[in-house]
T-cell receptor, first 112, second 115 residues
Framework: SQQGEEDPQALSIQEGENATMNCSYKTSINNLQWYRQNSGRGLVHLILIRSNEREKHSGRLRVTLDTSKKSSSLLITASRAADTASYFCATGLGFGNEKLTFGTGTRLTIIP | SAVISQKPSRDICQRGTSLTIQCQVDSQVTMMFWYRQQPGQSLTLIATANQGSEATYESGFVIDKFPISRPNLTFSTLTVSNMSPEDSSIYLC????????????FGQGTRLTVV
């Protein structure tokens, strides 16, 4: 079964609005990462947050991590049409286990 | 970072045949992974491709169905054998260039349709 469950499954917002996606996971992790996928192509890494971090920023992206609730959120501010894509969280266990386990994904549509 | 060239980008295959997907990386990497993404779904790890030894398969995936080669630190192949329509998916090659779950880099994927 998938490690991460994301919600919402799909999200449509107007350009310029903020988009928030959530990810929940089941086991202790070393880090959590967010990826973007455009139209079924390869994934692009967005941001990584480690288990001892609570918040991280990168440009218009803000990620939070709450290890007590086993959840993370990705906020995209001032959305653009080019942000239309699927977004996946992925968890890494570390400790010599390098595999990533991907969540179910959120399909984000930005309406111009 | 790493740049990955994956080919073919797409193919339509007859059931019962096999397809080999190639993944070429522009630098030597330790960790290479193969994923499957069924239509509208998330990524599922098929196996970890180990250089110089057999691949490590995840539960539900077997070597006879998905043989993998890793002849060196920059190249790997995944074969989808004896295909059926249920194998229609996007297959993705991924690498990680460091230890402890650094970011993963992905090829553009192979969109496979089995008819």
């Amino acid at each position: 079964s998938q490690q991460g469950e994301e919600d919402p499954q799909a999200l449509s917002i107007q350009e310029g609005e903020n988009a928030t996606m959530n990810c929940s996971y089941k086991t202790s992790i070393n880090n959590l990462q967010w990826y973007r996928q455009n139209s079924g192509r390869g994934l692009v890494h967005l941001i990584l947050i480690r288990s001892n971090e609570r918040e991280k920023h990168s440009g218009r992206l803000r990620v939070t991590l709450d290890t007590s609730k086993k959840s993370s959120s990705l906020l995209i501010t001032a959305s653009r049409a080019a942000d239309t894509a699927s977004y996946f969280c992925a968890t890494g266990l570390g400790f010599g286990n390098e595999k990533l386990t991907f969540g179910t994904g959120t399909r984000l549509t930005i309406i111009p | 970072s790493a740049v990955i060239s994956q080919k073919p980008s797409r193919d339509i295959c007859q059931r019962g045949t096999s397809l080999t997907i190639q993944c070429q990386v522009d630098s030597q990497v330790t960790m290479m992974f193969w994923y499957r993404q069924q239509p509208g779904q998330s990524l599922t790890l098929i196996a970890t491709a180990n250089q110089g030894s057999e691949a490590t398969y995840e539960s539900g995936f077997v070597i006879d169905k998905f043989p993998i080669s890793r002849p060196n630190l920059t190249f790997s192949t995944l074969t989808v054998s004896n295909m059926s329509p249920e194998d229609s998916s996007i297959y993705l090659c991924s690498v990680q260039t460091g230890l402890r779950n650094t970011e993963a880099f992905f090829g553009q994927g192979t969109r496979l349709t089995v008819v």
